[in-house]
Structure formats: structure tokens, C-alpha cells
């Protein structure tokens, strides 16, 4: 049951669609498929879709185009080669929205639908983070070289609740005591936190946001804690089982080396005496 509430939280959390600044916040999982979505005109006499990415200073990267009917992946940028889609079924209804398959870290960015008009969607990738009972987990968060730190405010929180963890130019807090910063004394470039001993209920998505008053990015680290596995425990046990008993051997080993060692050297020196006395014994006679 607690898995399949797991299963519908992640869900709908990878469905959820934000809107800031204007544009669309989308988030897809790592390693996994997400849907940018996108709507036009059913009605339109012909059908024509661009699909580019911003690539900031320089002109934006093309992910995908159709028209005339057809795909038109000529200038398609090399890295979404044979990794994206659209869903030619559902044109008549006016869907544009693109699959993107495989997601890569370097996939992140703002995604422009060209349909007569531009139409923005913010992809955020989700990293998945696989620990178990006991253990820790670094939860990064890197801030970028290009920010002015003195105007910004981060923040960690469980997706959907309160911060648990914020930091600025002013001030820090952590409420939770397992948590802990990864910089101690310099989140200039670094928000990371670090949780430690691991818990089943910490499997949550941890969201961080750097933020400033025209600035906002979000990192989603999506923790997952499982059981020490029997095999584990097993596997543990049994080493500890072999190990106890080699340890002991090696160590009489070594007490029979040495106490082996002494008595021959005490036979030695005893024949030596033995021999020392019987020349004195042949020259005072």
C-alpha cells in the first residue's frame, strides 16, 4: 500500500505543471521519458511545429520540426537524435506537445513551441538518489558562477511543505539536526546539504530553489531509502562469521610461530652452554 501511495506522489509530481515568469514548469526524471506540452488551432490549414531550446547568448538549438506533413530533422541538433516525438494521431485536437526520451542532465533549459506564436515550457530534470537504512545522502545543489550571491536566498524543502533549510548573505538555518551543509563556512557556489542516517520515511522529493528577486532556479532530488536486504544482512553475517575465525587462526599461527621459535632458541643456547662447559671441563684436566 505505502508503495503504491509512493507511486502516485512521484506521479503526480512528475505531471505537475507550475507556471512561473510565464512560462511552464515541467519536471522529467532522469534516465526517463517527459511530454512538453503544447496546443494549437485544430483548424489551421496547415500544420507547422518548431520545436527549439534556449541556448541563452547564442541562437536556440533545434530539437524538432514538421512540416509539409512530415518530420524535418535535417538541423535537428546531434544530441536529440532518435530521442524525440510528436503525437501525429492527436494533431487533429490541436496537440503539439513533444516526448522527449532519455532524459540527460544537460537536457534541463527553457523549451520554445512555435505555432504562429511562441509558447514556453521549463524543463527541470529530477535527480534520483537510490540509499539505504543507516546511510547518507548528499543532496546537491550547485549555485551558478554568473549570480550575484549577495542578492540571492536559497532554500530546501520537501516538495509541497515548508523549508526545512534556507541560507543568504545574512543568515543560515537548519531545523532538523541530521541535517547539515556540505560548505560549512562558504555557500557562495555550494547549497548542498548532506542527511544522515538515513530513514525508510525520508523518501521524499527534496527541492531546492536559488532565487533573487528577477532570478529563480529550482533542483529536485528525488531520494528513494530502502531496507538493508536479507541478502545483505546475510552477506554481512557471513563475512563476519568467516572472518572471526580466520582472525583467530592467524593469530595462533603467529603465538605457535613465536613460542616455537623461542624453544629452539633456548635449545640452542642450551647446547651451547652444554658444549662450553665440556671444553673448560677438557682443559682443567
Known amino acids: 500500500m505505502k508503495d503504491l501511495l509512493m507511486f502516485f506522489v512521484h506521479f503526480i509530481l512528475l505531471s505537475l505543471i507550475l507556471t512561473v515568469s510565464g512560462d511552464e514548469i515541467v519536471y522529467g526524471q532522469l534516465s526517463e521519458t517527459v511530454v512538453l506540452p503544447c496546443t494549437f488551432n485544430p483548424n489551421s490549414n496547415e500544420i507547422i511545429i518548431h520545436w527549439q531550446r534556449s541556448n541563452g547568448q547564442s541562437s536556440d538549438i533545434i530539437v524538432h520540426s514538421y512540416y509539409h506533413s512530415k518530420d524535418h530533422l535535417e538541423k535537428q541538433n546531434v544530441t536529440y537524435q532518435n530521442r524525440t516525438s510528436l503525437f501525429y494521431s492527436d494533431f487533429p485536437k490541436g496537440n503539439a506537445s513533444l516526448e522527449l526520451r532519455h532524459l ?128 545483505k544482512m546475510e552477506n554481512r553475517y557471513r563475512y563476519e562469521f568467516i572472518s572471526l575465525p580466520i582472525i583467530a587462526a592467524i593469530c595462533i599461527g603467529i603465538g605457535i610461530g613465536i613460542y616455537c621459535f623461542r624453544r629452539t632458541r633456548k635449545g640452542m643456547n642450551g647446547n651451547n652452554q652444554s658444549s662450553d662447559s665440556t671444553e673448560m671441563d677438557q682443559l682443567n684436566s
Not at 141 to 170: E, M, Q, Y
Not at 176 to 205: G, Y
Open 104 to 231: 540527460r542532465l544537460e537536457d534541463e533549459g527553457v523549451y520554445k513551441c512555435y505555432m504562429g506564436k511562441e509558447y514556453n515550457v521549463n524543463l527541470k530534470i529530477i535527480y534520483p538518489l537510490n540509499k539505504v537504512e543507516g546511510d547518507e545522502a548528499v543532496l546537491q545543489c550547485d549555485i551558478p558562477h554568473s549570480l550575484n550571491v549577495k542578492n540571492i536566498r536559497v532554500t530546501w524543502s520537501v516538495a509541497g511543505k515548508k523549508p526545512f533549510a534556507c541560507v543568504d548573505n545574512i543568515s543560515e538555518m537548519l531545523e532538523n539536526s541530521r541535517f547539515s551543509w556540505v560548505s560549512v563556512n562558504n555557500h557562495q557556489t555550494n547549497a548542498s546539504i548532506i542527511l544522515k542516517n538515513l530513514k525508510i520515511s525520508d523518501s521524499e522529493d527534496y527541492v531546492c530553489n536559488i532565487s533573487s528577486h528577477d532570478y529563480m532556479q529550482l533542483r529536485v532530488t528525488s531520494l528513494t531509502v530502502a531496507k538493508v536486504t536479507t541478502d
